[in-house]
């Protein structure tokens, strides 16, 4: 049986490699697979993961008594019916007569979400890099003077001022001020550098890890004739 797994991981992965070479009827084959298959995965999850638990247990707790004992004893919260209406809204979108319906759901999740999360990331993204430049460009510690310290604060704060200016259109980018654009231009492209390299060997990590598993499939294959 373990075999057999082996054999179609590896198909369905040099099916998918096939797309270096051009388009082909295996690439499309797998693609729809892994698709087809990832949607029916999360639709599963999402029902036994989110709506049993989050919504028949609350509304009604009996009806979860064979699959979730635990909470077939509480209380109803009958207020879960507010977001049970919003999400079969949602998929009036699929009743083209009556598709209008699901933007009032999709309005107050966005809105809720947007809200929510807004003082969330304001405490943790924006406040907090602020807090986070905002350090001493002279560093001193318990073993006194840090060269390399300090030099890393003046490149951040550098940086941040310079990466500032950049985006301050108010006044022409001329003479020092457009100096300091400049560099601010190139402490951006190496930030964005940074991010894509770190995406791209993400990704080589995957390539690895599938190469890998081929080298895998080649050992059973070799089992055989030994």
């Given amino acids: 049986m373990y075999g057999l797994q082996v054999w179609i991981g590896a198909l369905l992965t040099l099916m998918i490699f096939s797309f270096l070479y051009k388009d082909n009827p295996f690439y499309k084959f797998a693609e729809h697979l892994f698709v087809g298959v990832s949607a029916a995965y999360w639709m599963v999850v999402g029902v036994w993961g989110t709506m049993v638990p989050n919504m028949l ?13 635990a909470l077939a004893t509480a209380e109803p919260e009958f207020h879960y019916i507010i977001p049970c209406i919003l999400g079969i809204l949602l998929l009036t979108r699929l009743i083209t ?36 430049s905002l350090i001493p460009i002279i560093s001193v510690g318990d073993g006194g003077f840090s060269i390399g310290m300090t030099f890393s604060h003046i490149v951040l704060t550098v940086g941040v001022v310079c990466g500032l200016i950049y985006f301050f259109f108010s006044k022409e980018h001329k003479g020092a001020f ?16 940074a991010s894509f390299g770190y995406t791209v060997m993400a990704r080589i990590s995957l390539l690895i890890g599938r190469m890998s598993f081929l080298g895998e499939w080649l050992g059973v294959i070799a089992g055989w004739f030994s």
Wanted: without cysteine.
């Fill in 97 to 132: 007569p009556i598709a209008w319906l699901s933007r009032w759901a999709l309005a107050f999740i966005i809105g809720y979400t947007a809200g929510v999360r807004f003082s969330r990331y304001l405490q943790s993204d924006f406040i907090g890099q602020i807090k986070s």
């Fill in 57 to 69: 247990a609350k509304i009604h707790p009996p009806l979860v008594r064979n699959v979730l004992p």
């Fill in 178 to 193: 457009g100096a300091a654009s400049r560099v601010g231009i190139y402490i951006l492209m190496v930030t964005f550098g």
